[in-house]
């Protein structure tokens, strides 16, 4: 008989951790929604073992590299980098914003392109998941994450998630 393994994760589920931003979903008939936007909320579930404090990781350390990732995305329009059909182009201080028959010129400061081939919420959660494993690495190089979750909800109850297991 096996002994039992013990594991140990934090949620983080605060009302702060949040952005809001614009966007347009492109279908895969080629249809697309029109430009809006949504004041998404993030969730984090982090598995790892404990440290020699008996933590996961500190949440005062965390949440603010949560949040961090999440003032880069508001108030934006965000835009999916790797779609093939949609382009960005610089056009002085603007981006030129082409899909199909649309034009957008927009400051370009108010814009972020991700590198995502659509900005579904759940290709925002594995951006953000993926941009905060990164941080995480760089802040601790030594954590080994079992499973790192992420959670975008853009109204509420209807959230896209991406998992990542180490």
Known sequence: ???????????????????????????????????HGHNYRVYVDLHTDLDAHGLV????????????ICDELDEH???????????????GEHLEIRYRERRYLVPADEVVVLPIGNTSAEN??????RTLRERMRHAWPGLVVRRLSIGV?????????????E
Do not use: C
């Open 1 to 35: 008989m096996t002994a039992p393994r013990e594991a140990w994760s934090i949620e983080i589920d605060k009302d702060y951790l949040k952005f809001s931003a614009a966007h347009f979903l492109i279908f895969p008939d080629g249809s697309a929604e029109r430009l």
């Open 57 to 68: 990781v500190n949440f005062q350390e965390i949440k603010p590299m949560v949040r961090a």
């Open 77 to 91: 329009l965000l835009i999916p980098g790797r779609h093939p059909v949609l382009t960005v182009t610089r056009d």
């Open 124 to 129: 925002l959660a594995a951006w953000f998941g």
């Open 153 to 165: 909800e853009e109204t509420p109850g209807q959230r896209g998630v991406w998992a990542l297991s």
